[in-house]
């Protein structure tokens, strides 16, 4: 049987009084507190145009956006327009987020910033080519790969689009791969203490993982990051025929992505209306617990899910890397590298601390194929290694 919960009728009436009477709990973020690393004036905030909507704007206008649309959610190499591509996961994030934010009286704009930009640093292939990545970057460098820590890169370095401190911390933050009873920011007040705690995930693999977001809307796009791929996984894995539905547990929060959206919305908003923090109670964390163990069990640990990238996309991804660092070495302005990567990147003009081809030549690689999207690293592949035995196969409609 489908389970929906409601709000309480206390909790109901308590948030339609305070609105009404104009004592709605605030304590959300202010656009005048907007940091940015710039003061340019085209990004003050306007009466039409708040402080949060110009990172918005900035985000969905970044040239890598449009790149969301051929990267992997969770299932690779599959033709089939009606499972998750990353594009539709961060929408449903910003909107399962600007839900609660909204009646938690908070800053729905800068939800949306965060929620919008919180991966456009995931490279192909979803977390098994970010483990791939992360393997070769640290072999030549001593330095880790993560996709959050990397969405910064594109938004702050790679494009130095002077987004708020405030976004790009709760980037940072965002890992949905960590659930937590209880989400409370940690402040952070200036870009300095900001490029510290980012040069640090680069270089302490568990440090990455621990990061907050400094705000309460940061904490939101948190847990609404897991919220928005719970179920959702589940619906792709039955169209694809890894898993039916029918497999996963109810427990408390239901089994089905309407009933898991609802049930953990309505119990985020419960237990976090005008508190410093976003919190579930605990019989309501511990069935998210239970259903994420579910995920990983039935369809992200499944040898259906990774095996195929395993023998095909990671040996693939190591040859790359290495001929286009030595591209990179030796200079030729032929390769893709150049070509494809830091001329295009060069050709948007933003004010930059160093020009962008004097990145380190790992950085510039990693830096590349991050940007990519599956479809077009299969072909770069193709192209640099037109001889090599190894072919991506995707499954099709009929197959």
Not at 170 to 196: C, K, M, Q, S, W
Not at 296 to 303: D, F, K
Request: charged share 25%.
């Amino acid at each position: 049987m489908l389970k929906y919960e409601s709000l309480s009728a206390e909790r109901t009436r308590q948030i339609e009084t305070e609105k009404r009477d104009g004592t709605f709990a605030r304590l959300g973020t202010e656009d005048a507190d907007a940091i940015r690393r710039a003061a340019v004036e085209g990004d003050r905030g306007t009466v039409w145009r708040p402080a949060f909507v110009h990172d918005v704007d900035k985000i969905l206008h970044c040239p890598y956006y449009n790149r969301y649309s051929d990267k992997t959610q969770v299932f690779s190499l599959i033709k089939n327009d009606d499972i998750t591509r990353r594009s539709l996961h961060v929408q449903l994030v910003s909107r399962i987020a600007r839900t609660i934010g909204s009646a938690l009286n908070l800053n729905v704009d800068l939800i949306e910033a965060i929620a919008l930009g919180h991966d456009i640093g995931h490279p192909p292939f979803a977390h098994t080519g970010e483990s791939y990545l992360d393997e070769l970057y640290c072999e030549h460098t001593g330095r880790h790969f993560y996709h959050n820590i990397h969405s910064v890169r594109v938004l702050d370095a790679i494009y130095p689009l002077n987004v708020s401190l405030q976004t790009l911390a709760g980037i940072a933050g965002h890992n949905g791969e960590v659930e937590l009873e209880e989400y409370r920011p940690v402040p952070i007040g200036d870009f300095g203490t900001f490029d510290r705690i980012i040069e640090r995930a680069y270089t302490d693999r568990a440090f990455a993982r621990r990061i907050q977001p400094s705000t309460l809307e940061g904490s939101v796009v948190q847990i609404c990051d897991i919220i928005a791929y719970l179920g959702k996984d589940r619906q792709d894995a039955a169209r694809v025929h890894v898993a039916d539905e029918s497999a996963f547990e109810g427990g408390e929060i239901g089994a089905l992505n309407a009933e898991i959206i609802n049930n953990l919305v309505v119990n985020v908003i419960e237990n976090s209306y005008g508190k410093p923090y976003i919190r579930l109670d605990a019989r309501h964390f511990r069935a998210l617990q239970a259903s994420k163990r579910d995920n990983y069990a039935i369809i992200y640990e499944s040898a259906a899910t990774r095996a195929r990238l395993d023998v095909t996309a990671k040996p693939m991804m190591r040859e790359m890397y290495g001929q286009l660092l030595e591209d990179l070495r030796q200079g030729d302005r032929r390769s893709p590298i150049f070509t494809h990567h830091i001329d295009y990147v060069g050709r948007a003009h933003y004010r930059r601390r160093a020009p962008y081809e004097q990145t380190e030549p790992n950085q510039l690689v990693v830096d590349y194929i991050a940007s990519m999207t599956d479809d077009y690293f299969i072909d770069l592949h193709r192209y640099l290694f037109p001889q090599s035995p190894l072919r991506v196969e995707y499954r099709g409609y009929f197959d």
